[in-house]
């Protein structure tokens, strides 16, 4: 049974007279806020200051500030509206592979926002922040137990940057045994997400790509025949941007190691197996974990995240300051080289991190226990393997033999003939209620649709979304090419030139000429 109301036909949209203001369906149309009358009017009731501003000298204002006032009403209208605007992981499935957006508890929140945690300064004595510092070495603790590796460097503030920690801290080890001028590459498969091979270049190391299989895994012979003196790591996603697991990937370690490489793994996608493996067994010298990723701590519009790297026997000596340890005393930073941190490579960031993420991500792993976190890489795999079944018979799975981890890969040969691409069916989704997929990713494959429900996801849910799916993927195949090549015809906006909008943003608004509203 279709879940999932008959899509009107485009054309019968199309003829449907505009509005007259631009709005629809109780969404109001509105401009920018700077292009409002709000200029010369304010929204609060200050009595005038008692300084005549001679204390100031030059530096008193001479032209008006150039803030639209607005009263409460009005700003809190233009940011519900802006809201209306956007999609949310609270309004429905947020699909997109390799990205891991779930559900972020409630709980989490409220924990993230007890004033102890919440309301501290990084500079605060240190007898003051003793629960916070307990909080960062309970979460210390939890990582390298699901990981099975000895020492984690909390502070770096993503996935990229944990990528730049754990290189450094690669490097600092070729360095320290004098290897670092000969071992110059970092060997990364075609598959890998950007950031692997932007990072290697940016600590100073040439990038080699390492072919891919026909099945969409690491190609070991091709990676035996590139390692070397020479190679200073190997940066391998587990399981993979393809959203497989590398079955080869004891194979893979032994082989760096003997080469006296290092073994970086990119862990985004360690929600697929956390409670099931633990990298430290598979050889893994270094791993960041996206703490917004695994962890449910919200993440998308620039963050924060967070992206706590777990290090190896070999590494731990090398990892950044600071680190919390504690003894009788209770608990304390490790910040400077005088305070055991001879060899650490320096420091990432200017504090600690991101306490409200490790509060958030802490938060999620006590709610669930172990056996839960077992559980959501379970039921992350089988959600993913219920979508690639139940959509497999209409779209053409990338590596349709065997089940996926956590994620479900397409390609667009399904749609040869049609003339309808990957993003004109990203678009039509939108105008069903559904966010698109991750598109184009991994480059690997042909027109790629990578879809990852997460175990947030409920079987109703799914439903919905496979139904949508399943719809627009039967009038793909039925010809009715007008529905995927004007889409969106419901969304605000329509197509965006998005490189553009990458490219050169305009982050600024500036006043039109010979306007009196200053900026
Ligand atoms: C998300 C992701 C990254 C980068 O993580 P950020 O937190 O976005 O910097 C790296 N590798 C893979 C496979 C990812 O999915």
Redesign the pocket.
């Known amino acids: 049974m279709n879940t999932v109301g008959r899509p009107t036909a485009p054309n019968q949209v199309q003829t449907k007279p505009a509005t007259l203001t631009g709005g629809r369906g109780l969404l109001q149309n509105e401009a920018l806020i700077f292009e409002g009358d709000g200029w010369g009017k304010t929204g609060v009731d200050l009595p005038e200051p008692k300084t005549d501003g001679s204390d100031l000298g030059d530096l008193v204002r001479k032209d008006p500030i150039g803030l639209p006032g607005l009263s409460e009403p009005e700003t809190m209208r233009h940011y519900v509206r802006l809201s209306q605007k956007n999609h949310a992981i609270d309004l429905a499935i947020y699909p997109l592979g390799?990205?891991?957006m779930k559900h972020n508890p409630r709980l989490n929140e409220k924990m993230a926002r007890l004033p102890g945690f919440s309301d501290i300064h990084p500079l605060q004595p240190i007898s003051t922040v003793q629960g916070a510092l307990e909080l960062m070495d309970t979460l210390a603790h939890w990582l390298k137990t699901l990981t099975g590796m000895p020492a984690v460097a909390l502070s770096p503030k993503?996935?990229?940057?944990?990528?730049l920690c754990g290189l450094m801290a690669i490097r600092a080890a070729h360095e320290a045994s004098g290897q670092h001028e000969k071992r110059r590459k970092v060997l990364v498969p075609t598959s890998?997400?950007g950031?692997?091979p932007a990072t290697a270049a940016f600590v100073g190391y040439s990038v080699v790509e390492v072919a891919q299989t026909e099945d969409g895994r690491v190609d070991v012979a091709d990676l035996a025949a590139k390692l070397g003196d020479d190679v200073a790591a190997i940066m391998v996603?587990n399981p993979n941007?393809c959203g497989l697991f590398e079955r080869d990937i004891l194979e893979i370690s032994r082989l760096t190691h003997e080469a006296g490489a290092y073994f970086y793994c990119?862990g985004?996608?360690f929600n697929a197996i956390v409670g099931r493996v633990r990298p430290g067994d598979l050889g893994v010298d270094a791993m960041?974990i996206?703490l917004?990723?695994t962890f449910s701590t919200p993440?998308g519009g620039g963050g924060p995240?967070a992206?706590p790297v777990v290090l190896s026997e070999a590494l731990a000596p090398f990892a950044p300051a600071p680190w919390v340890v504690h003894d009788d005393g209770g608990y304390r930073l490790i910040e400077r080289e005088e305070d055991e941190a001879e060899q650490a490579f320096g420091r990432l960031c200017a504090f600690q991190g991101q306490m409200g993420m490790y509060t958030r991500a802490l938060s999620y792993m006590m709610s669930h226990g172990a056996d839960g976190l077992r559980q959501v890489a379970e039921d992350a795999v089988l959600n993913a393997n219920y979508i690639k079944a139940r959509l497999g018979d209409l779209m053409s799975a990338a590596f349709p033999d065997g089940p996926c981890m956590h994620e479900a890969l397409f390609d667009d040969e399904w749609l040869k003939g049609t003339d309808i691409t990957t993003l004109d069916f990203a678009k039509a989704m939108i105008d069903e209620g559904f966010h698109p997929m991750t598109m184009y990713f991994p480059l690997v494959v042909h027109g790629a649709m990578l879809i990852e429900p997460t175990e947030t996801e409920s079987k109703a849910e799914l439903d919905r979304f496979i139904e949508a799916m399943r719809a627009l993927a039967e009038a793909a195949k039925a010809g009715d090419v007008d529905r995927f090549k004007g889409a969106p015809f419901h969304a605000p906006l329509k197509r965006l030139d998005e490189t553009r909008a990458a490219r050169s943003p305009v982050l600024r608004w500036t006043a039109p000429e010979g306007s009196n509203k200053a900026a």
């Open positions: 390799s990205c891991t993503a996935g990229a940057h944990g990528e890998a997400h950031t692997n996603t941007t990119d985004a996608n960041h996206n917004h990723k993440h995240g992206g």
